[in-house]
C-alpha cells in the first residue's frame, strides 16, 4: 500500500489565515494577468510589418486618448485619410518628434490638417500625406505610464510600482511553497 504524507492540520491558529490568504493569492494572480495581457496588446501588433506602437504622453487628445495610453498604429495608403481619423505622423517643425492626432480636415492638395481633440484650435502646420505613418487601430490604457513618468522625471512613481508588483509576484505564489517542511 502507498504511503502518504498525512495531512496538514491546521488547527485554530491557521485555519482564519485559509480565506484570506487565497484571497490575496487569486487578487494577485488577476493583477499580473491584467498587466501581462495589456503589456502584450500594446507591444504584440508592433512586431508585425506595417504597424507601430507610441506611448502618448501629452494630454492633447484627451479625454479619449489621455497620457500612459499606448495606442497601436497601421500603416494607411495616403488617400485612405480622412476626417475624423486619429494619424501618427512626423512633427511638421521637429521631424524627430511624432504626434498622434485627429484629422480635423484633408486639403484639395492632399495636405493634412490635424487637431489634438483637448486643443481649442486646428494644428497651425498642415501635414503632409507622406509624413502620416500610420492610423489609430487600437488603444491599450495605462500601459505607458512608466515611460510617462520617466520623461516627467516622477521617478518615486516607478519605484512603487515596481515595489507593488513585486509585492504582487509574491501573493501570486502559493502560500505552501513556503513554511512547508519535507519530513
Known sequence: MPRTRPRA???PRGSWLRGPRTAAML???TVMAT??????WSQAPALLPGWRSSV????????????GDVVLFQERPAHA???GTVVLFRHPDHPERLLSHRVH????????????DANARPDAAPVHPRDILGHGR???PWIGMPEVWW???ERHHLVLTALAFLAAAALAVPWRAFGSHAS
Open 138 to 140: 487600437l488603444r491599450v
Open 27 to 29: 487578487a494577485a494572480r
Open 105 to 116: 480636415e484633408v486639403r484639395e492638395d492632399g495636405q493634412v490638417i490635424t487637431a489634438g
Open 9 to 11: 492540520r491546521l488547527g
Open 35 to 40: 498587466l501581462s495581457g495589456l503589456l502584450i
Open 151 to 153: 520623461l516627467r522625471g
Open 56 to 67: 502618448v504622453v501629452t494630454g492633447s487628445m484627451a479625454p479619449r486618448i489621455v497620457p
Open 81 to 83: 485619410v480622412r476626417p
